[in-house]
């Protein structure tokens, strides 16, 4: 009784995060959001990224208690932007699935998600509807109890005795709730057998909006039957799940799962009446965490030069990191029978301890958004994650949606971008048009007053089963040339996963001028210039990209995974631009980097020495115009039944170029975690990083010991 007195009491934190959200800038750090939403085939988890990836494979295929997902990011306008390993997300709460928390892991080597479920799941996975997202569908475990007789009306408590003695203030309290509660349970009974269901609903909403009594979770069961045979699927739906939420023991718990596991494959149109027009009070619920977690660096270089025949060496030691980064990941959410709102914060504090490097506070989210249950609105409100329509990256500002997708849906978005760029922040604002799996957008941006950029663009999604595909193309007008071309997709046949990517990105922006130049401000140089000749500079000052990959998996024998993939890529060369000792600067000419093929193979196995342990091993092959290269990577996961967890890697490194230089590296790394009961997680890693370079005259010899301890609460 008390989890629903808190769950209905918690409006006033919106205000908390509000408050919080003028502190501070934003983080680049992978995970944006991670919802859920019921579908026919189960619980759809989106793991929504902050820019564009592709879903490569994952493993276990089918069930387990870890589950990997590995992705590449995809060439973008905000790829320069670094992401960092061990950003946690927690799962919203739902009393149908086992929680879990994402994890990002080795965004140096080979990208993935660890999703640690709090106890076995059955899971497919699959790309997300946009480019940007990847959906699990979780199999409720609540399924499989035993069948129980469901009764067509509620069986109600007589009302307690009275008792002997003179009741306490809080006692009465109680007694008059019981009171009150017993009888809007008769009146829901009634109603339910006079099939007056929207009557029903109206009695057990008066109910639960009392104080906790002992008739509250009988209520909770019984207004989720009456929206059930009001015909009000998607509503009862989420009346379940909160019963399951606040109580998950007993046979009535039992009749919930059972009811809500018969609702799956139904929904959508709804009977709504006068009466169920009437408005319900808001329920709160809140979930998040809060990390933080120290990290060191100790770095040794042995830098050799033959001088008159006689080596000489020069050995420089220092300490290249210490630092403190706390994050907070914070949701509000509230539903009624008309909005589903939510109110998020997101923010990372890094203290530094070495002089020579700044402190940080960025905030990466902080929004409140507003759905309609009733009409096909959105509204979201603050600092968020690019919602596609040709939006680059994160911004500040407004972004909203009117109409359904499937008939026709109308969008626009105004904001000012917060992407750490020097000089004046570009302001843009744009619209956008979808119907049914086509998008098309227009978008206007500008910075310091001069135009930045100004793009048409299309999106298409193909979503069915285990086959997906997107598209897009981004045209500047302003330019008059191609920004991003893009095609990817994913299918299965025959037992075979194949994924694939054609991608073409120039970036184009009259910023990129603002490369090799003597001022941060565009509108400086276009004191020295046209416009046009800004925008020519800034073109010569742009790369292209374009690349292409193919990949399969192929899962065997249950406990194994057989896989690879072949890329092939060419980012362009710069010519010399600028004047010397101007504004403008100089940039000297970049050559290409060529044609860069690579092919990757990988193994995976699980329940090999421990049940539910993940064994991998990869190689890459690759070879370019400048070097040729080579690396193997085995890692292992290991989950006790104790709390505790163990990873293991190691990462070897060899490459030529062509003066001849071999480069050889080697990184082997532990990492332990413990959970304990289930909301507080310490981990902490230990790595050490040989790295070695034989030129023709200079040989460097570089050693790091690195590592970081950490302590996780969820909640």
């Known amino acids: 009784m008390r989890l629903a007195s808190i769950i209905r009491k918690l409006p006033s934190l919106c205000g908390v995060l509000a408050m919080c959200a003028v502190c501070g800038n934003a983080a680049a750090q992978p995970l944006d959001d991670v919802s859920l939403e019921y579908q026919s085939e189960g619980i759809v988890a989106t793991i929504r990224m902050t820019s564009p990836v592709q879903y490569l494979r994952h493993f276990p295929e089918k069930s387990g208690n870890t589950l990997e997902v590995f992705?590449?990011?995809?060439?973008?306008?905000?790829?320069?932007?670094?992401?960092?390993?061990?950003?946690?997300?927690?799962?919203?709460?739902?009393?149908?699935?086992?929680?879990?928390?994402?994890?990002?892991?080795d965004q140096k080597t080979q990208p993935k998600l660890v999703i640690e479920f709090a106890r076995e799941a059955e899971f497919s996975v699959a790309p997300g509807k946009d480019n940007r997202s990847i959906r699990i569908t979780i199999r409720p475990n609540r399924q499989t109890v035993a069948p129980v007789a469901l009764p067509a009306l509620p069986v109600i408590k007589p009302e307690p005795a009275a008792p002997a003695v003179a009741l306490t203030g809080e006692e009465a309290a109680l007694a008059e709730n019981n009171k009150l509660a017993r009888a809007l349970m008769v009146q829901g009974r009634d109603a339910l057998s006079a099939k007056n269901h929207e009557a029903a609903v109206e009695a057990f909403n008066k109910l639960l909006l009392l104080p906790p009594n002992d008739y509250s979770q009988d209520g909770q069961e019984w207004v989720g039957v009456a929206r059930e045979r009001a015909g009000q699927i998607d509503k009862a739906k989420t009346e379940y799940d909160l019963y399951l939420r606040l109580y998950q023991d007993g046979e009535s718990a039992n009749r919930v799962m059972q009811r809500l596991a018969g609702l799956f494959g139904q929904g959508g149109a709804q009977v709504v009446t006068a009466t169920e027009e009437k408005k319900k009070a808001a329920r709160w619920m809140t979930f998040g965490g809060i990390s933080s977690r120290y990290y060191f660096g100790n770095s040794t270089n042995e830098s050799t030069q033959v001088f008159n025949s006689v080596p000489e060496t020069i050995t420089t030691k220092m300490t290249d990191q210490s630092m403190l980064i706390t994050n907070e990941d914070v949701s509000g959410r509230y539903m009624s029978d008309e909005y589903d709102g939510r109110v998020v914060f997101r923010a990372s504090n890094t203290q530094n301890f070495l002089s020579n490097k700044p402190s940080l506070n960025r905030v990466s989210s902080a929004y409140g958004e507003i759905k309609s249950r009733t009409q096909d609105y959105m509204l979201r409100v603050g600092r968020q994650s690019a919602m596609g329509g040709g939006v680059m990256g994160r911004f500040d500002g407004v972004y909203g949606t009117y109409g359904d997708a499937q008939d026709m849906k109308v969008n626009g978005v105004v904001g000012v971008m917060a992407d750490y760029s020097q000089g004046a922040q570009p302001m843009f604002f744009g619209a956008g048009y979808d119907i049914g799996p086509y998008s098309f957008y227009a978008l206007n941006q500008s910075v310091d007053g001069v135009l930045d950029r100004r793009a048409l663009g299309a999106e298409w999604r193909y979503y069915e089963g285990n086959q997906s595909a997107y598209a897009q193309v981004d045209f500047d007008t302003v330019f008059k040339d191609m920004t991003l071309a893009q095609l990817t997709g994913s299918t299965a046949v025959y037992g075979v996963n194949l994924n694939f990517l054609l991608n073409h990105s120039k970036p184009l922006s009259t910023r990129n001028a603002l490369y090799g130049a003597a001022t941060s401000s565009i509108s400086t140089l276009l004191n020295s210039m046209s416009a046009s000749t800004l925008r020519d500079l800034a073109s010569a000052r742009t790369t292209t990209a374009d690349m292409g990959q193919v990949g399969v998996s192929i899962p065997f024998k249950q406990k194994w995974q057989v896989g690879g993939d072949v890329r092939l890529s060419n980012t362009s060369g710069l010519s010399a631009s600028g004047v010397a000792n101007t504004l403008q600067g100089y940039l000297a000419a970049v050559p290409s980097r060529g044609l860069e093929k690579s092919v990757t193979a990988n193994i995976v196995g699980s329940s090999l020495y421990m049940e539910n342990d993940i064994w991998s091993v990869s190689t890459t092959v690759s070879t370019s115009g400048n070097v040729n290269g080579n690396s193997i990577y085995l890692a292992n996961h290991t989950q006790y039944r104790s709390g505790w967890a163990m990873d293991t890697s190691l990462q070897i490194y060899r490459q030529t170029d062509q003066l001849g230089g071999v480069t050889t590296r080697w990184s082997p790394m532990v990492r332990g975690a413990y959970r304990i009961r289930d909301t507080l997680t310490f981990d902490a890693d230990f790595g050490y990083d040989s790295t070695k370079n034989d030129g023709a005259q200079v040989t460097n010899k570089m050693s790091r010991i690195f590592g970081s301890a950490g302590l996780r609460w969820d909640f």
């Open 71 to 105: 992705y590449d990011r995809v060439q973008g306008a905000n790829n320069e932007e670094v992401w960092v390993d061990n950003e946690t997300r927690s799962s919203p709460p739902s009393g149908l699935i086992p929680s879990f928390t994402v994890t990002t892991r």
